[in-house]
């Protein structure tokens, strides 16, 4: 367990509304991802970020943003969500043995 | 290509049989290579690492690399129950610091 939450845990909201999803850590990790995970495309990675205000674009970034002000806590923001951001969103941490470990998860739906 | 390459399934296994899974990635330099066992509606979690050509043994796991082929294994032995789930692969990805997905294999234990 590498101490990861993650809130809201479940939201539904309607299209065009903002939403920030918030992951918090307690283990000092330098680096955080953000995935989604749909059905038929597996766990893509969204963004990353490998430290304090360092973060960088994942394979699928388009329609959203990320920030890192502290060491703890990685946010996704969703500037104007749409259907097709309805996930499950996964934040992990990485050990320096390079393990990722994963956080419980937010199911989002955007109507 | 996508880079790491799953069989979907499901794989069904009689109870107490070895299950195996198999996965093969296309960048010939990748490193390390990670088995997550994910349950329906959970988030994943890491069961198995493996840098080195060969088997590595964890309990009831091991974990089998050959880089010369580019596939990496999971072998499940005195299958149960319990282990039916959804088994992911990971290779770390060109850029070092995340890891690419594959799909996942769904394993179906019955007893």
């Known amino acids: 367990d590498a101490g990861i939450t993650q809130s809201p845990r479940h939201k539904v909201t309607e299209t065009g509304t903002p939403v920030t999803l918030r992951c918090h850590q307690t283990e000092n990790h330098r680096y955080m991802y953000w995935y989604r995970q749909d059905p038929g495309h597996g766990l893509r990675l969204i963004h990353y970020s490998y430290g304090v205000k360092d973060t960088d674009k994942g394979e699928v970034s388009d329609g959203y943003s990320v920030s890192r002000s502290k060491t703890e806590d990685f946010l996704l923001t969703l500037e104007s969500a749409t259907s097709s951001q309805t996930s499950v969103y996964f934040c992990?941490?990485?050990?320096?043995?390079?393990?990722?470990?994963f956080g419980p998860g937010t199911r989002l739906t955007v109507l | 290509q996508k880079e790491v390459e799953q069989n979907s399934g499901p794989l069904s296994v009689p109870e107490g049989a070895i299950a195996s899974l198999n996965c093969t990635y296309s960048d010939r330099g990748s490193q390390s290579f990670f088995w997550y066992r994910q349950y329906s509606g959970k988030s994943p979690e890491l069961i198995m690492f493996i840098y080195s050509n060969g088997d590595k043994e964890d309990g009831r796991f091991t974990a089998q690399l050959n880089k010369a082929s580019q596939y990496v294994s999971l072998l499940i032995r005195d299958s149960q129950p319990s282990d039916s789930a959804t088994y992911l692969c990971a290779v770390i990805s060109n850029s070092g610091y995340a890891l690419n997905f594959g799909k996942g294999t769904s394993l179906l234990v019955t007893p």
């Open positions: 992990a941490t990485r050990t320096r043995r390079d393990e990722q470990f």
